[in-house]
């Protein structure tokens, strides 16, 4: 999430009651996870297995519950008790939590030739494109952008929050929301069917690529990254940080596992599960998904054990 101007290290430390170890008047743009931050960004991390990771990482300043690091040229620490806390408070105090009062908030803004049908709700700060048809009981949560020629079917959710926690099984609460304060940004040309769901970035934003058609009863979960002309079928659920690159196939019933990729051109053969990274331009199937021709050869020579099998008795 890019603040909507920058802020100083100073202002930030104010607002968490953090210490500076560095220089206060270095100017924060925004704040992000550690696998989307840029220069100029505050991150936060709060085990002793990511200070490393994060003191390394393009992030400019980090929140951070220890003062027992060495600390990289041109960076800041702020030091508070709980990072996860001072996390919150950031992102709560940018996008803060407001009722909608109208089903079409007057901030949205709509383009030419657009339609909106009966029922559809529109949050704050959305902006749809020129020529797009958002059918019934559609919901599209704040900040969404969407752009031109898109169709979007009933029931389908635009934005909900990340189903993202921090987990402490030290507190009575063991796991703890992770305020989503990203976006969903759906380009050019983009189909959705009825009764999905895609859930916004939890910093950054979740982008479906220009073209891409989406079925009926499809999940994209938080962060994801869509490439160009995709297909996916119906059942299809994607969880977060996930990279589907440019003219993926998914068919029906396939999950695909977090933060891997599939590279381009490749297509997944329907009830398929995808749980570590595949290479573009091939067919897989199967669960863990491999090699669609191997593993079909593999599913022959399975039921032919029991003939094998009585062979072996026999002899």
Not at 59 to 78: E, S, Y
Not at 136 to 151: Q, R, W
Request: charged fraction near 20%; proline fraction near 4%; include cysteine.
């Amino acid at each position: 999430m890019k603040f909507p101007a920058p802020v100083t290290v100073q202002w930030i430390a104010g607002l968490i009651h953090a210490e500076v170890i560095g220089d206060a008047l270095l100017n924060a743009f925004g704040i992000n996870e550690i696998h989307k931050v840029e220069e100029g960004d505050l991150c936060f991390v709060d085990h002793p297995k990511y200070y490393d990771k994060c003191l390394k990482s393009a992030a400019t300043h980090i929140i951070i519950n220890t003062k027992d690091v060495t600390l990289p040229g041109g960076k800041t620490l702020l030091v508070v008790t709980d990072p996860f806390e001072a996390y919150l408070t950031i992102a709560n105090h940018f996008r803060p939590f407001t009722p909608a009062t109208q089903p079409v908030s007057n901030t949205a803004v709509i383009g030419q030739g657009s339609i909106i049908m009966p029922n559809v709700f529109v949050g704050k700060n959305v902006r749809i494109g020129s020529n797009c048809i958002i059918h019934p009981n559609v919901t599209i949560h704040d900040y969404t952008e969407i752009g031109d020629n898109v169709i979007i079917q009933s029931g389908t959710v635009i934005g909900s929050d990340a189903f993202y926690y921090n987990t402490k099984k030290t507190r009575d609460v063991w796991y703890k929301r992770m305020q989503s304060c990203g976006n969903v940004i759906i380009e050019n040309d983009v189909e959705i069917g009825a009764g999905c769901t895609i859930d916004r970035g939890v910093t950054e934003s979740t982008r479906i690529g220009q073209g891409t058609k989406i079925d009926n009863m499809v999940h994209i979960g938080h962060d994801t990254s869509v490439g160009k002309n995709c297909l996916f079928a119906a059942q299809v659920g994607i969880a977060g940080a996930t990279v589907i690159e440019d003219c993926v196939t998914l068919w029906g019933q396939v999950g695909v596992s977090k933060t891997l990729t599939i590279g381009a051109n490749a297509t997944v053969l329907a009830q398929s599960g995808v749980g570590s990274s595949l290479k573009g331009n091939k067919i897989y199937f199967g669960s863990p998904a491999e090699d669609a021709i191997a593993k079909k050869k593999e599913l022959v020579w399975i039921k032919r054990i029991p003939e094998m099998w009585e062979r072996l008795k026999g002899s």
